[in-house]
C-alpha cells in the first residue's frame, strides 16, 4: 500500500491534507481530502466513482470536502470537513479486500477523518470498511449504525423546501405546487414520496431506466419526462437536482422555468458567478449544502451513540437554518449562496478559535 499526502498546487488551496492511496493487489486507487479541522475531525462520506481522469477525482473530492466543512458548520456540527473518493467502477472492482484496504488508509490518519457512505457505497460496504478501522459512520442497525442516510437527506430536503417555499409564497408547504425531482436515487425517491405526502404535483426524470419503472409504479400520479433538459424547460415552480453536481451552469439557468431551486445533489453551482445569474433571474436558490445536511446529521449522530429521533429533530432544524439564510440574503443584499458562506466561515473562525485555549 502506497500513501502520498499533498497540499501542493493551486487545486487544494485552503485543505489542510490530500492523501491519495493505491492498493495495486486490489486496484484500489482513492484520494482523501480533508479541507478543515477547525470544529473537531473531519466528516464526509466516500465516493466510488468512475472517473475519466485522476485530474477529474481530484477535483471533485477538493470541491465535495470544502462542501462538507461549510456543511458540518451549519447544521451546527462539531466536525470538521473531508471527503474521499475511490477512482473506478464500483460494479467492476468494488471487493471485500478493496474496501478492507481502503479502511486501513481511513485507520492511517488517526481519527483525523471520519467516513460513511455517499455516490457508489452502501451501508453493506461501510460495514466492510469499518473492519478496519474505527472512524466510519453510516453503518447498519445490526452493527449499532444509523442505516441508509439517505432518509435525513431527503427529510432536511424537503424541510429546506418549505423554507424556501414560504420565502418565496408565503406559506411553508409545496401543496398546490410543481416540484421537478432531477435524479430518482436513494434520496430522491424519499423526497418525492414527502412532496407527493405534502400535496405537490410532482415531474421527475432518471438516467436510470430502474428508476423510473420504480416511480411509475410507486407513485404513479407523479409525470415522468425524458431528461433533465426536459424538465429544466417544464412548467414547474421548484427545480430539485438530486443527481450529481453541476447541475446549475451556463445552459441550464437561462432555460430554468422554475423559481425556485432546492435539491438533495451537492455542489450544484457548476461555478462561482452561477448564485448572481440565478438571483438576477429572480430564482430563489437555497444552499446546496444547507439543505442536505441531514444525512450527515444522521451519521454523525452514530458517533455519541445512535438515536433516530434526535437526529431527525437536528435535521428538521434545516428549515429554521435555510430561513434564517433567506432573510440573512435579503437584508444584505446578497445571494443566499453568500449568505449561506459567511455563517459557515463565521462559525468556523469563532468556535475554531476555541481551540487555541489550551487543555492539559
Given amino acids: 500500500m502506497d500513501v502520498f499526502a499533498s497540499t501542493e498546487g493551486p487545486e487544494s488551496d485552503g485543505h489542510e491534507q490530500v492523501v491519495f492511496c493505491q492498493d495495486k493487489q486490489t486496484g484500489l486507487k482513492a484520494i482523501i481530502a480533508i479541507y478543515s479541522t477547525a470544529l473537531g475531525p473531519a466528516l464526509g462520506g ?20 470544502r462542501g462538507m466543512a461549510y456543511k458540518n458548520a451549519l447544521a451546527g456540527l462539531d466536525l470538521g470537513g473531508g471527503k474521499a473518493v475511490i477512482w473506478g467502477d464500483p460494479d467492476r472492482i468494488k471487493s471485500e479486500p478493496l474496501l478492507r484496504a481502503y479502511g486501513r488508509f481511513v485507520e492511517s490518519l488517526a481519527g483525523r477523518y471520519y467516513t460513511a457512505c ?23 442497525v445490526e452493527h449499532g449504525g444509523a442505516g441508509d442516510s439517505s432518509v435525513l437527506t431527503a427529510w432536511g430536503v424537503f424541510q429546506g423546501m418549505r423554507a424556501a417555499a414560504e420565502h418565496a409564497w408565503g406559506s411553508p408547504t409545496l401543496a398546490g405546487r410543481r416540484v421537478g425531482v432531477a435524479g430518482l436515487g436513494k434520496v430522491g425517491k424519499h423526497l418525492t414520496g414527502h412532496l407527493v405526502d405534502d400535496g405537490a404535483s410532482v415531474v421527475a426524470t432518471d438516467v436510470n431506466e430502474a428508476a423510473l419503472a420504480w416511480v411509475r409504479q410507486a ?17 414547474i415552480d421548484v427545480y430539485a437536482p438530486c443527481a450529481l453536481g453541476g447541475a446549475l451552469d451556463d445552459t441550464t439557468v437561462p432555460a430554468l422555468r422554475a423559481s425556485v431551486v432546492v435539491g438533495a445533489a451537492n455542489n450544484q453551482l457548476a461555478h462561482p458567478g452561477i448564485e448572481k445569474v440565478l438571483a438576477d433571474r429572480g430564482i430563489l436558490y437555497a444552499p446546496d449544502y444547507v439543505v442536505n ?13 445512535f438515536n433516530f429521533e434526535r437526529a431527525k429533530l437536528r435535521a428538521t432544524r434545516i428549515y429554521d437554518t435555510t430561513r434564517q439564510i433567506l432573510q440573512l440574503a435579503d437584508a444584505e443584499g446578497v445571494p443566499p449562496a453568500v449568505a449561506a458562506d459567511r455563517l459557515a466561515e463565521r462559525r468556523m473562525a ?7 485555549i489550551h487543555l492539559r
Fill in 46 to 65: 466516500t465516493r466510488f466513482y468512475p472517473y475519466a481522469t485522476e485530474a477529474e477525482a481530484l477535483h471533485d473530492v477538493l470541491d465535495l470536502s
Fill in 118 to 140: 455517499d455516490v457508489g457505497t452502501y451501508v453493506a460496504d461501510m460495514d466492510l470498511v469499518a473492519r478496519e478501522t474505527r472512524y466510519v459512520t453510516g453503518r447498519s
Fill in 219 to 235: 407513485y404513479p400520479q407523479v409525470d415522468v419526462v425524458s431528461d433533465a433538459t426536459a424538465l429544466i424547460s417544464s412548467d
Fill in 293 to 305: 445536511a441531514g444525512g450527515v446529521i444522521q451519521v454523525a449522530d452514530e458517533i455519541e451513540g
Fill in 350 to 356: 469563532e468556535v475554531g478559535r476555541l481551540r487555541s
